[in-house]
């Protein structure tokens, strides 16, 4: 095993897309130079680990855990693993499946959460599992507001147990963090324990036996989180905008702990019976090539175990954008093929530039084309939209209403657009036009709610 480091390089450029032959450039130096490609633009700070029939081939540890101490990452440095925590409960509840606990065909009404709507008696552990539950997610307005206050299965099962089920459960799938959150209340129930005891003593305690004395390390320090803002600059996520850890997402694991999982999971099979692992496996309709991406504000961390060609690729990134799964796509193409694509900056960075550049006349008339032109493969839509709720965080709300205007000049059906030009002008202190915008998004949906206003921005509401 080779470990490399390497130091953050900030400059601006236009990169070009790195080619190595298969049996050419040595793995180690193919991870660093594509791993040192988002270190130039300042958007990767994190832990690489590459695992090749069963040998590490690459270790790779670059940035800082934190700016304003200088604190270095290492291979021990833990990161949030956002949604990747949602294997580790999917492992949790079919433990408890195989130990007669629980029944996959059980449906909520046995559990006596609290939920008043009656379809929700319909749901079954599986459904739960699949994201066939019919709940949507905890994103409303009013989480977005502090979602640090959320700190307790308790108070995030409150956000939706009053609210209408998207779908009847079974007929329909829709990811669904608030599930997950489900899961992790079910599993207390049945258990006794918390949720954080049982992953302590039934995952994490057996994947860290699978590891060495190096691997395992002394180190605790969890790395702080920074979002990649639209300026393509660091900024340290505020405390009320870190989501608290869940069973749907946000447990706290260094990328060796993280491959000792999945070691335990998929090759020794030590964590679940033959069947519990089948259930697992066909969480995901790929049986050769298993994924797993988590994301959020300041978090990003990839997964990707190729089983047919025995290559595993796991990144842990304190920086957002789905930066570690630009890494790991990147690395899988590298393995596969001996090149990868063209490294870019996120595709909201490039349209805020492209904006600053253009103007609002020719960015309206231009933007879709260059967009398609250089590359990018997001839905525009989301791109402009997000770009615009950026610019409201960071305090712009201003030059985020001309985006949002734009939106609702592309996609003049929907209400979440006008919605999206409610909250521009509310944020801008604009609270007539808003009341307004929204109205508009309300005739195309009678009884639409707010993303982002919990009182639909009604007068009389503070």
Do not use: C
Not at 197 to 217: F, H, K, S
Not at 349 to 376: C, H, N, T, V
Not at 414 to 440: H, I
Request: proline content about 3%; glycine content about 6%; overall charge neutral.
């Amino acid at each position: 095993m080779k470990q490399v480091y390497f130091s953050l390089l900030v400059i601006s450029l236009t990169l070009l897309p790195l080619r190595a032959e298969p049996n050419g450039a040595a793995p180690d130096a193919v991870v660093s130079d594509l791993v040192q490609h988002y270190q130039q633009l300042n958007w990767f700070s994190g832990t690489v680990l590459v695992v090749k029939d069963n040998k590490v081939v690459t270790a790779l540890a670059g940035g800082d855990a934190n700016d304003e101490t200088r604190t270095p990452i290492t291979m021990q440095t833990r990161f949030d693993i956002g949604s990747v925590q949602k294997d580790l409960t999917a492992v949790l509840v079919l433990q408890a499946v195989d130990n007669k606990l629980l029944r996959l065909d059980d449906t909520l009404d046995k559990f006596s959460l609290g939920f008043a709507n009656e379809l929700v008696k319909n749901i079954t552990v599986q459904h739960l599992l699949e994201h066939r539950s019919g709940f949507a997610d905890i994103f409303t307005a009013e989480y977005r507001q502090n979602p640090a206050a959320f700190d307790s299965i308790d108070k995030k099962l409150a956000i939706l147990k009053n609210t209408p089920l998207l779908f009847e459960p079974g007929t329909d799938r829709r990811y669904s963090n608030y599930g997950y959150i489900v899961l992790g209340a079910i599993l207390e129930k049945v258990s006794g324990k918390s949720y954080w005891d049982l992953l302590q003593q039934n995952i994490l305690v057996p994947a860290r036996m699978t590891l060495t004395t190096e691997q395992l390390g002394q180190s605790t320090a969890l790395a702080t989180p920074y979002h990649f803002n639209v300026n393509a600059k660091r900024v340290a996520v505020a405390a009320n905008e870190q989501e608290h850890k869940s069973a749907g997402g946000g447990g706290q694991m260094n990328v060796f702990e993280l491959y000792g999982f999945y070691q335990q999971l998929f090759k020794a099979k030590r964590l679940l019976s033959t069947a519990g692992l089948q259930h697992f496996r066909a969480l995901q309709k790929d049986q050769q090539h298993w994924v797993a991406f988590g994301g959020g504000k300041g978090v990003s961390t990839a997964v990707e175990l190729d089983f047919a060609n025995d290559v595993w690729l796991l990144v842990l990134a304190n920086t957002d954008r789905l930066v570690a799964e630009e890494i790991s796509m990147r690395l899988h193409s590298v393995f596969r093929s001996g090149t990868y694509p063209e490294v870019k900056l996120p595709p909201v960075i490039f349209s805020w530039r492209l904006y600053q550049q253009l103007g609002d006349k020719a960015f309206k008339a231009r933007f879709e084309s260059a967009y398609k032109d250089a590359g990018y493969q997001t839905f525009a839509g989301k791109v402009i939209t997000d770009l615009a709720r950026e610019l409201v965080a960071a305090g712009d709300a201003q030059r985020a209403i001309p985006l949002f205007a734009y939106l609702t000049g592309r996609y003049p059906t929907s209400p979440e657009v006008f919605d999206g030009l409610a909250f521009g002008y509310f944020s801008a202190g604009l609270k007539a036009e808003a009341r307004s915008a929204f109205d508009q998004a309300t005739e195309l949906k009678p009884g639409f709610n707010s993303q982002f206003n919990a009182n639909n921005y009604k007068a009389d509401a503070k």
